[in-house]
């Protein structure tokens, strides 16, 4: 009975579709990339917009986290995969993403500063509506991508801050590191179950949805010892 129970609950959950915009709050205003702050280490006002900026991509990526556990409960099912294995990790994911904002904007109050008090980009929730009609798409974008992005830049951060006597700062970026490859093997754990179950080999279809999906290159320098550390093998980034 239990289990028709969690069977029910599943097909529940399949049948809802998230909104096409998450709530947000009234700021930071939306603009260009091009008219996001500039951040320059060095002074207080650079760090400050550093870690705005940081908190603006940990909003969106709780928003991301969740959205593809409604979004793609559906399909997880239709595959024949555990869907409650792949719920309870992006709810995981998503719940991680939460605490991370909540780091950065507690260091930002302690800076005298909110989330909101300078201009952001939509850029990432735009990523996710590209992707919303393709999980494999998102899956390849979201954590292979963007997120392994993040592993590659936040150790010179991590040193540019203590660099400039910011520790407390710094600490809190070292968290959200260790953290983040978790999120990245997260998304090849699930890239790679999903091609099995559709018999696509991972590597070709990987480059062929980055190609489609993502504007844009790979760029080096790649943080190889944090990817190998999410299962990342190299011939998904660097084919060289």
Request: hydrophobic share 45%.
């Amino acid at each position: 009975m239990a289990a028709l129970g969690a069977s029910a609950e599943i097909g529940d959950l399949a049948r809802l579709r998230p909104p096409k915009y998450p709530a947000r709050p009234p700021k930071p205003v939306l603009t260009r990339p091009a008219d996001v702050p500039r951040r320059r280490l060095g002074s207080i006002e650079g760090r400050i917009a550093l870690l705005h900026a940081i908190a603006h991509i940990e909003l969106n990526a709780i928003d991301l986290a969740f959205d593809m556990s409604a979004r793609f409960a559906s399909e997880i099912n239709s595959l024949e995969l555990d869907c409650l294995a792949f719920l309870r990790d992006w709810i995981s994911v998503g719940g991680d993403e939460a605490r991370h904002f909540g780091l950065i904007t507690h260091r930002l109050s302690e800076l005298g500063a909110a989330y909101g008090d300078f201009p952001a980009h939509n850029g990432l929730w735009e990523t996710a509506e590209n992707t919303s009609d393709n999980l494999l798409a998102r899956v390849v974008v979201a954590p292979l991508i963007l997120e392994a992005r993040g592993l590659d830049v936040t150790p010179g951060m991590i040193a540019r801050l203590r660099s400039a006597g910011d520790d407390q700062s710094a600490s809190v970026l070292e968290i959200i590191y260790e953290e983040e490859i978790s999120h990245v093997a997260c998304g090849k754990r699930w890239f790679h179950a999903i091609c099995n179950a559709r018999s696509l080999e991972p590597i070709e279809t990987f480059h062929a949805l980055r190609a489609e999906y993502f504007t844009g290159d790979l760029k080096p320098p790649f943080n190889h010892k944090a990817r190998e550390r999410a299962g990342l093998a190299r011939a998904f980034y660097d084919p060289i």
